[in-house]
C-alpha cells in the first residue's frame, strides 16, 4: 500500500508538470494573439505594385493629333478610345477592334475637344471643328445567358448637335446632374463660354448660352465641379481664375489665383472623386491639390489654397486621370512618365513607366485594380495594378492630414459616411488621446480613494470591522461592466447634469467637514473617546457625509443661483469657454474609477498587511505616532505592492471597453476638457468591427489599434515589472 509520504514526490512532480504546462500555455497563446495582430496588420504596409500586361498599336486613323479620352470595363476586357480621328472599342485579350455602328454625327465631323462628365458615368461632351457640341453615352453592357455566361457589349448614343457659331472649339469641361448639363468651352478665337442643356435635351426648352468677358492670359484648361456652381480657368500664364456660376446671374470671375511660377503654364486641371479637391498640373511637371478654404478673418468668404504636393515630374504634364473609389489619380508626361499618387496621403506611390513616347491620355479601371494609357507613338498599354490601401501611411495614422473640407490639417478619425466619395479619416492619434484621457479620470478618482481606503482597513480599522467591510469592497468587482456602463449611461449621466451644481457643492462641502469632523473628534475628553472600539470612529463620518450630500443636493438650485448666475452650463461656456456633454470624461472618470478600485484596493491593502508587525510595533515603541509609522514604514514597505496594484488598476482601465462605450459621445476629438466625451481604441474597435469590411483599410486599422493596445500593456506591465523589482529591493523586509 502506497503511504501519503510516499505519494507527496510524486504529487509534488505532477504539480510542477501541471504549472509548467500552463505557463507555457500562457506564453503561447499571447505569442499567437501577437502574431495573429501582428499579420492582419502586416498588409497595411505592403507597397503597391504595378506591371505591364498588354500593349497594342492602334489603327492609324485613332492615332491623329488632337485630343483622347480613354476608358475600360470593370473587368478590363474592353477598352474605348475617343480621339480626334473617331471611336474604336477594343477587345483586350484579343487586341481587336469589335464592330460597332457609330451615330452620324460622329463620323461626319473632326472631333477638336473631348470632355469626360467626371465620375462613374461614361457620358462625354465633344467639339467640333465647325463650332458644335455633342453629348455621347458611350460604355458597356453586360448581360447574362440562361446558362450564366456573361456577355459584355459596348454601346453608344449621341445626342443632337448644338450649334454655336463660335469656330472650331479647342478646350471642353462638362459635368450634369438630374435637372441639366453645363458646358464650359473655349473656341480658337479665344471666346469661352458657358452652356446650359436641360437633362436630357427635354423638348421645348432652349440652352442658355453664356460668354464670359474677356480677360488677359491665354486659357490652357478648364474644370467644372459636380455642383455645376464653380468653373477653374487655368492659364498659359501660370494663373487659375474661380469663376462662379450661377442660374439667375451670369458667370462672373470671383478670385484669381497664382498656382505655379510666373510665366508656367497650367497644362491641365482636374477633380479628385467628389470634386472637392482641384488636382493642378503645370509645365514644369508640378503636381498639387487645392481646395476651398474658409478664411478665418470672414467665414462667409472661401479661398482656393494649395493643400497638398506631390512627386514632380521631369516634363510638362499631359494627361491626368482620377480613381472613381478613392482619392487617388494618375499623371502622365511628355517624357512617358506615368505617376501613381494619392491626395490624402500626400504620396506618390509609383512610377508606372518610363517610356520616351509622351503620353496623351490615361485612365482608371473602374475598381481600381488597373489603368489604361495611350501614348504619342499611337500604343494602348494596360497595367494591372495592386494598391489596397493607399490611404494607410504612417503619416495618416498618428500625424496631422488636410483632409478635404478642413481648414488646416488635423488629427481626426471619421471610418464611413453616408457618401460614396467619401474621404476615410483614419488617424489613430485621437483615439489614443481617448484612451489615455478616460484612463487618467478613472486613476485620479480610483487611486487616492482605493489607497486611502486600503491604508485605513489594514492599519487603523478594527479587525472585526475590517472583516466585514474588505470582502464587501471585493464584490464590487464582480459587477458586470456592462452594467455599470449601462448606468452610467441612462441614469447617472442625466442625473449629473441636473445636479452639476450640487456636485461642485459636494466638492468642496465634503472634504470640509471630514476635516472638521476629525479636529472635533480630537478635541473630545479622551475617556469619551475611548468609549468607541480602536477603528469605529470612522463610522461617526457617515451621517455627517450624508448631511453633507443630502445638504447640497436640497440647495442644488440656490448653488447655481448664487455661485453659477442661474444656469451651470451658461457660466461654464462663458467664463470657462467649456461646453458641457451629458456623457462626458466625468462621468466615465466616476463609473470607471469605482469599477477599477476594488482592483487597486485589494492589491494594496494586502501589500499594507503584510508589512510585519514587529517593524511596527517597534515603531510604535520608538515613540512614533500611528500616522507616522504609516507614512514613514509602512507605505515604504508595501510600495511594491502598492505600485503593483496601481499598474492592475491601470491595465483595467485602460482595457475597458463596455463603460467608455456607453458612457461617453464616443466622440474621437483630442481635448482634456473633463465636460466633454471622448473615444478609446477598445470602445472603437466593439463599435467599428461589426460593419468593417473584412480585409479592408479599416478592417486592418482596426487590428492595428488591438495590436497597439498589446503592445503598450506588454511594455508597461514589463516596465511596472522592473519597477516593482527594484522597489521591492530596496525596500525588502527581508
Known amino acids: 500500500m502506497i503511504t501519503s509520504l510516499q505519494m507527496r514526490p510524486l504529487i509534488d512532480r505532477l504539480a510542477r508538470a501541471v504549472i509548467t504546462i500552463g505557463g507555457l500555455a500562457t506564453i503561447l497563446s499571447i505569442l499567437g494573439i501577437f502574431f495573429f495582430l501582428f499579420r ?154 458657358v452652356v446650359r442643356l436641360p437633362a436630357d435635351e427635354a423638348a421645348g426648352i432652349d440652352p442658355v448660352i453664356t460668354e464670359l468677358t474677356r480677360t488677359t492670359g491665354t486659357v490652357t484648361s478648364l474644370a467644372l465641379d459636380e ?26 470671375v470671383k478670385d484669381v489665383y497664382t498656382v505655379t511660377t510666373p510665366g508656367t503654364a497650367v497644362t491641365a486641371l482636374g477633380f479628385l472623386s467628389g470634386d472637392r479637391s482641384l488636382v493642378v498640373m503645370t509645365a514644369d511637371g508640378a503636381v498639387s491639390t487645392w481646395g476651398l478654404i474658409r478664411l478665418p478673418e470672414d467665414p462667409s468668404r472661401w479661398r482656393l489654397t494649395k493643400m497638398h504636393t506631390f512627386r514632380s515630374h521631369t516634363a510638362p504634364v499631359t494627361a491626368f486621370a482620377p480613381s472613381q473609389r478613392v482619392k487617388g489619380f494618375v499623371t502622365a508626361d511628355a517624357k512617358g512618365q506615368i505617376f501613381l499618387h494619392h491626395a490624402t496621403s500626400e504620396h506618390t506611390w509609383l512610377k508606372l513607366s518610363d517610356g520616351d513616347s509622351p503620353i496623351r491620355a490615361v485612365a482608371f479601371a473602374p475598381k481600381g485594380d488597373g489603368l489604361i494609357a495611350f501614348d504619342g507613338a499611337g500604343q494602348l498599354a494596360l497595367y494591372q495594378m495592386q494598391n489596397t490601401y493607399p490611404e494607410v501611411t504612417y503619416e495618416t495614422l ?42 487618467l479620470y478613472a486613476l485620479f478618482l480610483a487611486v487616492p480613494i482605493a489607497i486611502l481606503a486600503a491604508m485605513c482597513t489594514s492599519q487603523f480599522m478594527h479587525p472585526d470591522l475590517r472583516a466585514k467591510i474588505k470582502p464587501i469592497i471585493e464584490v464590487m468587482a464582480a459587477l458586470p461592466t456592462v452594467v455599470l456602463g449601462f448606468l452610467a449611461g441612462l441614469w447617472l449621466a442625466p442625473l449629473l447634469e441636473r445636479l452639476l451644481p450640487a456636485v461642485t457643492g459636494m466638492a ?76 462626458n470624461a466625468l462621468v466615465v472618470g466616476i463609473v470607471m474609477g469605482f469599477a477599477i478600485v476594488p482592483v487597486i484596493y485589494t492589491i494594496a491593502e494586502e501589500a499594507l498587511s503584510n508589512v510585519p508587525k514587529t517593524q511596527i510595533s517597534g515603531s510604535l515603541a520608538l515613540g512614533a505616532t500611528r500616522w507616522q509609522t504609516v507614512l514613514y514604514l509602512v507605505l515604504l514597505s508595501a510600495s511594491p505592492g502598492i505600485f503593483s496594484a496601481v499598474m492592475i488598476g491601470f491595465g483595467r482601465a485602460i482595457g475597458e471597453t463596455m463603460i467608455v462605450l456607453m458612457a461617453t459621445g464616443n466622440t474621437p476629438i483630442l481635448d482634456w476638457n473633463w465636460a466633454n466625451g471622448f473615444r478609446t481604441l477598445s470602445a472603437n474597435i466593439a463599435v467599428e468591427i461589426p460593419e468593417a469590411p473584412h480585409g479592408g483599410s479599416l478592417y486592418r486599422v482596426l487590428f492595428l489599434a488591438a495590436l497597439l493596445l498589446f503592445i503598450v500593456t506588454f511594455v508597461i506591465n514589463s516596465l511596472a515589472e522592473i519597477v516593482r523589482q527594484r522597489l521591492r529591493d530596496k525596500y525588502s523586509n527581508g
Not at 455645376?228 to 474661380?242: A, I, P, Q, S
Not at 453616408?418 to 481617448?434: C, H, N, Q, R, T
Not at 448664487?562 to 457660466?571: Q, R
Request: aromatic letters at 8%.
Open 40 to 193: 492582419e496588420v502586416t498588409p497595411l504596409f505592403t507597397a503597391p505594385t504595378a506591371k505591364m500586361t498588354q500593349r497594342k498599336i492602334l489603327p492609324a486613323f485613332l492615332t491623329a493629333d488632337g485630343p483622347v479620352q480613354l476608358a475600360v470595363d470593370e473587368h478590363r476586357e474592353i477598352a474605348h478610345v475617343l480621339t480626334s480621328g473617331g471611336v474604336q472599342f477594343i477587345e483586350l485579350a484579343s487586341g481587336q477592334p469589335i464592330p460597332i455602328e457609330l451615330p452620324v454625327e460622329l463620323t461626319a465631323t473632326r472631333l477638336t475637344a473631348i470632355a469626360h462628365s467626371g465620375g462613374n458615368a461614361q457620358r462625354y461632351a465633344v467639339g467640333t471643328a465647325g463650332g458644335q457640341v455633342m453629348l455621347l453615352k458611350m460604355g458597356t453592357t453586360t448581360e447574362f445567358s440562361d446558362s450564366g455566361e456573361r456577355h459584355t457589349r459596348p454601346m453608344i448614343r449621341a445626342g443632337r448637335p448644338l450649334t454655336l457659331n463660335v469656330g472650331p472649339i479647342t478646350t471642353l469641361a462638362y459635368r450634369f446632374n438630374d435637372r441639366e448639363s453645363v458646358l464650359a468651352l473655349l473656341s480658337k478665337e479665344g471666346r469661352l463660354m
Open 508 to 583: 468642496v462641502a465634503l472634504p470640509v467637514l471630514v476635516i472638521a469632523s476629525s479636529l472635533t473628534w480630537y478635541l473630545f475628553p479622551p475617556a469619551f473617546r475611548r468609549r468607541l472600539r480602536p477603528g469605529h470612529e470612522a463610522l461617526l463620518l457617515i451621517p455627517i457625509l450624508a448631511i453633507g450630500i443630502g445638504g447640497c443636493l436640497w440647495a442644488n438650485s440656490f448653488i447655481e443661483a448664487w455661485w453659477f448666475g442661474g444656469d451651470i452650463k451658461v457660466w461654464l461656456s462663458n467664463r470657462l469657454g467649456i461646453q458641457y456633454d451629458q456623457r
Open 398 to 439: 498618428f500625424g496631422k492630414v488636410w483632409y478635404e473640407g478642413y481648414d488646416q490639417p488635423a488629427h481626426v478619425w471619421q471610418s464611413s459616411s453616408g457618401s460614396d466619395d467619401f474621404e476615410p479619416k483614419l488617424g489613430l492619434m485621437p483615439l489614443a488621446f481617448g484612451t489615455l484621457k478616460g484612463t
Open 227 to 252: 455642383s455645376l456652381e464653380n468653373l477653374y480657368v487655368g492659364t498659359m500664364e501660370g494663373l487659375v481664375r474661380h469663376v462662379a456660376l450661377s442660374d439667375t446671374e451670369p458667370p462672373a
